[in-house]
């Protein structure tokens, strides 16, 4: 019979996914350059609503309670978890790559259109850019597809076998082997050693132990799942790592660097320098054309040429960090004007922010302690979480199963925060940026395809935390066996190499994030003093030192 209170939770929870993804789309994209494009804000609601719903189906399928082996689960959990990660990957390979090379290619569309004389050459050319982005889009889309479905194919009849390692214990028919359940079992050949205990095996060589390996072909679908899990771990692991330190850090750093109210002097002399400060890029970026065209005009050879050309695109690197902090520093201004204040600021932010910190904090500190005691050893130090889910089950079985779910949904979220804080950084500048209000689409659906790229991930990692816990389940079987002993790959979890990582970068983490002062304003001849000692700024702001 089906539990009717999952039932429940499993139709309302997707709702509340809907609105909370509803508002985080409202607050990073750009509400200008997204304008209308129903059909790919369509498909970023559904890849965020599918990363949520494939990690939350491991708390349901433990308070299903599926006997995965035997198949009398209430619910099939084996066919949900098929259709995820099937779904997962349309969207990875196929649908995200589409939109991102659709827009990619949009951008020069609109340039083009917007150099046109009059609105109906305007939109004569729009619709040419749109056929050729279209075009551009499915031919790179199906170079995808051909890569990923050639590789998957060469690996599948390669490495589509997973070895399971189990032990035998040959017993002759003549030894004392044959004893009632619950018999005290000592695996010594001698009854001499055995004490009070009964030896099973008789006088002499009754047992004989062998180790061997369990070879089991895995089915395309699980393979699938396989690729796009051992794949994802890489990504994973970075993000994570970073994560855990950076969701609590930055949300306690967001209460203390809360805007305060300014006075009217001082918001004045503010202005002043930020108006100051804004005129001194301009001379910058003034400054850093005409260095370029000199360089090019005197230039003998197109090797010359492109070397200025490059030297420059370093240089503007590092300018548009600039540019960066002072529209930080202009918007911190403008919620410490006493008008922006009173209309458009909430206190109670930030004491939002405060508690999240600390809550998070906490559940990151448990993580970490988790992977150390439980899972990078064998046998564990201490069982740890999955003791307290034992505990707590036999209270009140929904807690524990609410406890897997808050503690899964917070890696994917200490993932999605690890790809905002740093996964698409490339020489000091963002490609893809996550900003409030600034996201362009095609960067926001590059974000959405890392987070899925992480789901799998998360699913196993999950699984192998509270294995001791949630026993009989669907996930033991296919992320817990089947993954961890795949032909070729299970050298990475035999010897937790991905969680070496995770813990590398949350150390690498802490060390960064407690030795940058993100109080301190951005010094630019400290940063990068081969740059800045060209330029010659007649009004030198506070925070820059030229």
Known sequence: MVDAGLISV???????????????????????????????????????LLAECTVLLLPLDVGNGTNAISGSGRISMTVLWQIAYVSIAVLVVVVMPFFIFYYEADDEGAEVAEKA????????????????NLMSACIYTCICMVLAIAGFLVLYNTIAKTEIPYRLMTVSVSSTGFLPVGTPYKTSVDTSACGSYICPCGVGSGCTPTSNTLSMDIT????????????GWFIFSIYTGIGLVALPMDAIQSYIQRPKMLSASDARNQKKALLNKAKDLIAMGDEMAERLYEAVENARGGGAKRKAQRAHKEELKRYRLLVDQLEKELEVWQMGDPASYRDHYNPLVPYLNLL????????????ILHIIIYMLFNPPIYAFLNKYLAQLD???????????A???????????????????RFFLVSVHPLEPGKTLLNSFIFNVQLVLLCVLPTVQFSTNAFNAYAVYTSAGI???????????LRVFYQYNIFLFMLLSFVLLSIIYFVSAKDAIPFQPERAHPPLFSHFHLTHPPPHFHA
């Open 478 to 488: 296919i992320f817990g066996n089947q993954m961890n002993y795949t032909k070729g």
């Open 356 to 367: 999240f910190g600390i809550v998070g904090g906490i559940i990151s500190i448990v993580w």
């Open 117 to 132: 004389e009059t609105c109906l050459d305007g939109l004569k050319l729009r619709l040419m850019a749109c056929k050729r």
């Open 220 to 231: 395309i679908v699980v393979f699938m799942a396989v690729l796009m899990t051992f794949g």
């Open 394 to 404: 036999s209270f009140f079985s929904l807690f524990s199963t609410l406890t897997i």
């Open 10 to 48: 499993s139709v309302i929870l997707p709702f509340i996914l809907i609105a909370f993804n509803l508002l985080v789309m409202a607050k990073y994209i750009d509400p200008e350059a997204a304008s209308g494009h129903w059909i790919a804000k369509l498909f970023i609601l559904l890849g965020m």
């Open 406 to 424: 808050v503690m899964s949904m917070y890696l994917l979220l200490a993932a999605s925060k690890g790809a905002a804080k740093f996964g698409t």
